[in-house]
T-cell receptor, first 111, second 113 residues
Framework: NAGVTQTPKFQVLKTGQSMTLQCAQD?????MYWYRQDPGMGLRLIYY???????DKGEVPNGYNVSRLNKREFSLRLESAAPSQTSVYFC??????????FGSGTRLTVV | AQSVTQPDIHITVSEGASLELRCNYS??????LFWYVQSPGQGLQLLLK??????LVQGIKGFEAEFKRSQSSFNLRKPSVHWSDAAEYFC???????????FGTGTRLTVIP
């Protein structure tokens, strides 16, 4: 089925460990996004990529890096995980401004 | 700065009752408006969207929403709620020239038998 695929679905990290969250879309969308979702705070934009080869910071970029590997793939990296990064992470893609298609999320716990 | 307000954190309704979830936005330009639904442990699914034209828009699962420019609102409604509608609902706003959407903090809907 067409859509946005995120891996992994669950992850537990120790403080200071690094990891990369993967996201791929097969809808030929130009724009891709990483959000984090925390209780009572809705979705907050971490980084986005308006088109292949470009990335920009969102509302909460500190502690994260991204790579737009090609038009399909947009990865999010945590270089040194902290407990404050415990969250649910969503990747989305769009052909702005037509609304997003979301992945199913990655539930990350940092202990 | 752009913002989206969903004033109700949690709403409980009886199955078969009507539902209205509120959403207000702040910005001067004409917005693009969206409602998403998130079932527990799932991603967000688009319910409906408004770009222009008729201010009453129909979506999936029997939902509708009305854009009221004078009130800066885009409230979501359903005439008769089903138990399967229990979920969290997010309002989102975008603008021409903007690359991303701005989300409200969500309204959790509980449906009681």
């Amino acid at each position: 089925n067409a859509g946005v695929t995120q891996t992994p679905k669950f992850q537990v990290l120790k403080t200071g460990q690094s990891m990369t969250l993967q996201c791929a879309q097969d809808m030929n969308h130009n724009s891709m996004y990483w959000y984090r979702q925390d209780p009572g705070m809705g979705l907050r934009l971490i980084y986005y990529s308006a088109s292949e080869g470009t990335t920009d910071k969102g509302e909460v970029p500190n502690g994260y890096n991204v790579s737009r590997l090609n038009k399909r793939e947009f990865s999010l990296r945590l270089e040194s995980a902290a407990p404050s990064q415990t969250s649910v992470y969503f990747c989305a893609s769009s052909e702005a401004p037509l609304g997003y298609t979301f992945g199913s999320g990655t539930r990350l716990t940092v202990v | 700065a752009q913002s989206v307000t969903q004033p109700d954190i949690h709403i409980t309704v009886s199955e078969g009752a009507s539902l209205e979830l509120r959403c207000n936005y702040s910005y001067g330009a004409t917005p693009y408006l969206f409602w998403y639904v998130q079932s527990p442990g799932q991603g967000l699914q688009l319910l409906l969207k408004y770009f222009s034209g008729d201010t009453l828009v129909q979506g999936i699962k029997g939902f509708e929403a009305e854009f009221k420019r004078s009130q800066s609102s885009f409230n979501l409604r359903k005439p008769s709620v089903h138990w399967s509608d229990a979920a969290e609902y997010f309002c989102a706003v975008g603008y021409a020239g903007a690359n991303n959407l701005f989300f409200g903090t969500g309204t959790r809907l509980t449906v009681i038998p």
